[in-house]
């Protein structure tokens, strides 16, 4: 929670003005420790605000994102917002993202030495780690248990 009162304290330092709505898209974006797209969080805010536009979220999200705030991606042509490690301070981090529930975990990440040598001006790095997390791994594993013990199963009454 330090860090949304962080984020907040920085927009109203720059002039941006927070009510209510933004706050809770604010706070719907770090509650959701994934990816997330526009059409999601307007569902989402819908409970709340049955007329949210989605003219008001775009707004919204690209203020975040011209403040460096939110980290943004395409998948499918589609952009994915999700809140950026300068809330924590981590300028240079690692994303690992699942593939299959696009759950995402911040790592922290250091420059390798062999390029800080090369006498760079390095602004800010970021990566992408794709793969499978812990939970969905196991769910997979599951699934492919069941199915062959279904097909073993199938074998005996033939």
Not at 32 to 45: E, Y
Not at 76 to 101: M, N, P, R, V
Request: aromatic fraction near 10%; hydrophobic fraction near 35%.
């Amino acid at each position: 929670m330090d860090s949304l009162q962080t984020l907040f304290k920085t927009l109203k330092v720059n002039g941006f003005h927070l009510n209510e709505k933004r706050i809770l898209l604010i706070t719907l974006l770090e509650d959701q420790n994934k990816f997330i797209t526009v059409q999601k969080l307007k569902n989402l805010m819908q409970r709340s605000y049955p007329d949210i536009s989605l003219d008001m979220i775009y707004r919204c999200l690209s203020i975040l994102e011209s403040f460096k705030l939110v980290y943004v991606r395409y998948n499918h042509g589609e952009k994915h917002y999700f809140l950026s490690g300068q809330l924590t301070g981590d300028l240079d981090i690692a994303y690992f993202l699942c593939e299959k529930c696009s759950k995402v975990i911040v790592l922290p990440y250091s420059f390798p030495e062999s390029l800080l040598a090369e006498n760079v001006n390095i602004q800010h790095c970021c990566f992408e780690i794709y793969g499978t997390c812990r939970s969905c791994s196991s769910a997979l594993i599951q699934i492919a248990e069941r199915k062959k013990s279904n097909n073993h199963s199938g074998d005996e009454k033939n």
